[in-house]
């Protein structure tokens, strides 16, 4: 799944807008502690004072997501462009498997341009899986395997189902306001309804007369205007229903849309060349943040000034599959990425050794991977999240761990005791480094700009820095860029607030929240890059089996 920029639900108690005195500093993620008060990563104050003199190649950084807007004004200089392709002739120009990738490739498309929006969760795949095995059999005579499998898929099923009344609880309250705000929009008979014009309005249905008290405390409090409230009650109809009908519903089922065989996870000449998709709001944010032009005084920067975007559509609405995630880090690998922004993540794996493989691969090409914690708040030392760097098939002759990885929690602007995004997974022993991630201000399809939150943006911002080492000093190896950056992260050294909890005394040291118990900075390692000797990089061209 998209590990999506938050959805600001809870309209009768946080409020559903971000006020003026809230918001975040103009462009905080590229901005210097001691230069401009505010926690960013430091980027301007690099280029400014070690960069500017200095050379650079163009690196390319896969973004592995939702897609990206190749047209968006502050992308369209920076988009990957696939020169050994001619555009639109149906023909693999460059024999590389894929047709007219120009910018990249999809891989959750069909031939015949068709596109997979929305998608199930792995979890509820895997129900669906097991109902079908399990269908007419009978449990007690099952054998001890298909027992212990039988009772993995009852536990799941009770999870799904918990999971759906829950939403149907939830999702009721968001319907009934949706309701009334429709028919106070009728009683008042006018578009640009104002806090006097519902103080004044009268009704005898008992739902509007309940609702009208919060929908004008919202607009007077909180100064957010009639139209907003209403498109965002609007967005949680939709979010609560796509979760029924989608994400939890083991009836649906959309990979007959890429008409690829699912069965084979190596499989992997299937798709089509729109690297956009029906939605492209997610991947397009991520590579802004990566790599808006710096140079066009327009929209924002994005934190590296010499790279090329290639757009690698695998994240629908709804987890991505392994299959899916797999092929496209071969795709980028394959394709001359240096670095790959994997902005998505879940709670379960259907097949964990086809992506293994995947980042071994990457990793013998000397391929970054970046990677988003996720949104939970949750440990997850304790708790499961995929992919990761842990791989399955471990023992005393194979690799443990990727070291091609890094694995990004979520920083706020904000100082003191609320540094961590209140909603980023944290892990003493699984997430690397903080980055900025909260209310991040970056591209939205078809010109647009809008601040989202979540690791899905703390992650490009250590992929832009990464890029930025990879660009000035290519000598360095991924590894070399990983420990450089875990290395010269800021610490930060007050208590913050553990994500997750509520309680005020819930306090932690910044440093039990990731290994390396900081916060990415870009000076600082640009500055460590410097005086650090390149090791020989391995060739794109190496004989490297593709797994």
Excluded: C
């Excluded at 929009?185 to 609702?211: C, R």
């Excluded at 998505?344 to 086809?354: A, H, I, L, R």
């Amino acid at each position: 799944m998209k590990i999506k920029s938050l959805f600001i639900a809870g309209f009768m108690s946080a409020g559903l807008f971000v006020t003026a005195q809230d918001a975040a500093p103009e462009n905080w993620f590229n901005l210097d502690k001691s230069q401009d008060n505010v926690a960013g990563v430091s980027t301007e104050k690099m280029y400014k004072e070690l960069l500017k003199d200095r050379a650079s190649q163009t690196v390319i950084v896969a973004v592995i997501d939702s897609g990206v807007d190749p047209r968006h004004e502050d992308l369209k200089s920076v988009m990957w462009i696939n020169e050994d392709e001619i555009p639109d002739n149906g023909i693999d120009d460059d024999k590389n498997g894929y047709i007219d990738d120009i910018n990249g490739w999809n891989f959750i498309g069909g031939k015949n341009g068709e596109n997979v929006n929305h998608e199930t969760l792995e979890i509820t795949r895997l129900v669906a899986h097991y109902q079908k095995k399990f269908k007419g059999k009978d449990a007690s005579a099952l054998s001890k395997k298909e027992k212990k499998e039988y009772d993995r898929y009852k536990k799941l099923e009770k999870e799904i189902n918990d999971k759906r009344d829950k939403i149907e609880q939830q999702g009721m309250g968001y319907i009934m306001f949706a309701s009334a705000i429709k028919k106070i929009k009728a009683g008042v008979g006018k578009d640009n309804i104002s806090v006097d014009d519902l103080k004044g309005f009268k009704t005898e249905d008992e739902e509007v007369a309940n609702m009208l008290p919060r929908l004008i405390d919202i607009m007077d409090k909180q100064g957010a205007s009639f139209e907003e409230i209403e498109g965002e009650i609007a967005g949680a109809s939709d979010y609560f229903s796509g979760q029924l009908n989608y994400y939890y519903n083991t009836e649906y089922d959309p990979r007959s849309v890429v008409g690829d065989d699912y069965s084979n996870s190596y499989d992997r000449n299937y798709g089509n060349a729109d690297v956009q998709g029906p939605d492209a709001m997610h991947g397009t944010h991520v590579a802004g943040i990566i790599a808006a032009a710096r140079d066009n005084d327009l929209g924002i920067k994005g934190v590296a000034n010499n790279v090329k975007i290639m757009s690698v559509r695998a994240v629908p609405d709804g987890d991505e599959r392994d299959k899916d995630v797999a092929a496209a880090i071969v795709y980028a690998v394959d394709n001359g990425a240096s670095i790959i922004n994997m902005s998505f993540g879940k709670g379960y794996s259907w097949d964990k050794e086809v992506v293994d493989k995947a980042v071994k691969y990457a990793a013998k090409k000397d391929v970054l991977l970046v990677h988003a914690a996720g949104n939970s708040s949750l440990n997850t030392d304790e708790e499961d999240n995929f992919p990761n760097d842990r791989y399955q098939k471990r023992g005393w002759f194979r690799k443990k761990m990727a070291k091609n990885w890094l694995e990004i929690g979520a920083l706020s602007w904000k100082p003191g005791e609320d540094a961590v995004a209140s909603f980023s997974n944290y892990a003493k022993g699984n997430v690397d480094l903080f980055a900025p991630g909260y209310q991040i201000n970056s591209t939205t399809p078809d010109q647009g700009y809008q601040a989202l939150s979540g690791t899905s943006m703390a992650a490009p911002v250590t992929a832009g820095v990464a890029a930025v080492l990879r660009s000035y000093f290519p000598a360095l190896t991924a590894e070399q860029v990983k420990d450089i950056m875990m290395s010269t992260t800021t610490p930060v050294k007050q208590k913050v607030k553990k994500p997750g909890h509520k309680d005020g005394d819930a306090l932690v040291d910044f440093s039990s929240l990731s290994k390396s118990g900081g916060v990415v900075n870009a000076y600082l390692a640009v500055q460590k890059a410097m005086m650090t000797k390149g090791k020989k990089k391995i060739k794109k061209s190496a004989n490297t089996a593709r797994p």
